[in-house]
Structures are given as structure tokens and as C-alpha cells.
């Protein structure tokens, strides 16, 4: 089993809509989690940290399930400029000693 | 800072021919990882060190890969021989090690072995 799994996707939404990504993660000893957008050709950047409360930031919403081992990301109101690959990243290392473990991603295109 | 940063950034090579990626890690941060990224595999982690220090080498793929980091703002990453299979993006990253922090990517190497 993968350390982080992803459904691929790809997820093709209406402008304006609202989409949820799920990732399932196998370590339970697994610190700290985030969420990375992927543009096409370039690099990842972090889109937002994923708390144990949840945590918003403008249109985007993450949350962390310990028990059942998942995150989401939840966007409302998806813009054009949302269309990317969203990648979640667990650390399966303990703090100091921090092993950031990819998920191979899910790509959005938001549809005019 | 100018981030952290690859080279080159393209690199066309032939089978067998030895192939070296450059990173130039953030200053001040003291984690450094290699990931490969491909279309079937996504993004991979490779190796990575702390403080110089290589931690975890068990997603080299075989032993044609190797790194180092022979201090704190450069780290370099050698395939011998290339193969075609070896063809991917090749992405380094650096951040400070504590809670939540982020890892700063650089663009990437795009490797192509034909």
C-alpha cells in the first residue's frame, strides 16, 4: 500500500462549483499534513497547511481525519485560475526529522 | 533570497553518459530533498539530508544514483550510466526543519536520456 494515495482524477468542474479531493494516508504516527498545487510545468508550491481542527483560507477549506487516517480539500466557488494538480503531502517523519511524502496528485481543470 | 535553484534546467543526454543535477539549497534552511517526478509515478522522494548529512537514501532507485551534499548550499545529484528510463523531472527542495514548514521547490531539471 502507498504511503499517500490519491484518486487522480482528472476532475472536470463547472466555473463556480464546489470540489472536494480526498487523500488516505498508511503511517498513523504521521505528523503534520498539506496540501501543494502543482502548475503545469512547474514546481510545487504549498496551498495550505492541513490543522487537526480544520482550517480555512478564503474559498479553500482542509480538514484532517486521524481516526480514519484522510485529509481533504474542499474549494468553493472554483475560479479558472484554480485549474492545476493538487498534491497531498503527508511528514512521516516526527518533528526535527521531517520526511514529506508526496501523493502523485489530482488534476483539476475548472471548465468555463 | 533567490529561491532555491537547478541546474540546468534541461539536459539531453545519451544512454550510458554520465548525467550530474546541481541544487543550491535556500540559506538558512537545513533539510535538502531530491524527488523525481514522472507521468506513472508521480512525485518521488529519493534522498534526503539534514544539516549536510545524508537521512534517507531508500527511494534511490538503484545504485547508477548517488548524492551528496558536501555543505549547507550545494548538493548534487549523479546517475551512472544513464538509461532511458531515467528520464523524468527532477525536482530539489529545501526548508527549515520544525512545525509546519513549508518545503521551497526549485523549477526542476527535465531529463531526457535517448
Known amino acids: 500500500r502507498k504511503e499517500v494515495e490519491q484518486d487522480p482524477g482528472p476532475f472536470n468542474v463547472p466555473e463556480g462549483a464546489t470540489v472536494a479531493f480526498n487523500c488516505t494516508y498508511s503511517n498513523s504516527a504521521s505528523q503534520s499534513f498539506f496540501w501543494y498545487r502543482q502548475d503545469c510545468r512547474k514546481e510545487p508550491k504549498l496551498l495550505m497547511s492541513?490543522?487537526?481542527s480544520g482550517n480555512e483560507d478564503g474559498r479553500f477549506t482542509a480538514q484532517l481525519n486521524r481516526a480514519s487516517q484522510y485529509i481533504s480539500l474542499l474549494i468553493r466557488d472554483s475560479k479558472l485560475s484554480d485549474s492545476a494538480t493538487y498534491l497531498c503531502?503527508?511528514?512521516?517523519?516526527?518533528?526535527?526529522?521531517?520526511?514529506?511524502?508526496f501523493g502523485t496528485g489530482t488534476r483539476l481543470t475548472i471548465i468555463p | 533570497d533567490a529561491g532555491v535553484i537547478q541546474s540546468p534546467r534541461h539536459e539531453v543526454t545519451e544512454m550510458g553518459q554520465e548525467v550530474t543535477l546541481r541544487c543550491k539549497p535556500i540559506?538558512?534552511?537545513?533539510?535538502l530533498f531530491w524527488y523525481r517526478q514522472t507521468m506513472m509515478r508521480g512525485l518521488e522522494l529519493l534522498i534526503y539530508f539534514n544539516n549536510n548529512v545524508p537521512i534517507d537514501d531508500s527511494g534511490m532507485p538503484e545504485d547508477r544514483f548517488s548524492a551528496k551534499m558536501p555543505n549547507a548550499s550545494f548538493s548534487t545529484l549523479k546517475i551512472q550510466p544513464s538509461e532511458p528510463r531515467d528520464s523524468a523531472v527532477y525536482f530539489c527542495a529545501s526548508f527549515l526543519r520544525g512545525r509546519d514548514t513549508e518545503a521551497f521547490f526549485g523549477q526542476g531539471t527535465r531529463l531526457t536520456v535517448v
Open positions: 503531502v503527508v511528514n512521516v517523519g516526527g518533528f526535527g526529522n521531517e520526511k514529506l511524502t
Open positions: 492541513v490543522y487537526s
Open positions: 540559506s538558512g534552511h537545513n533539510s
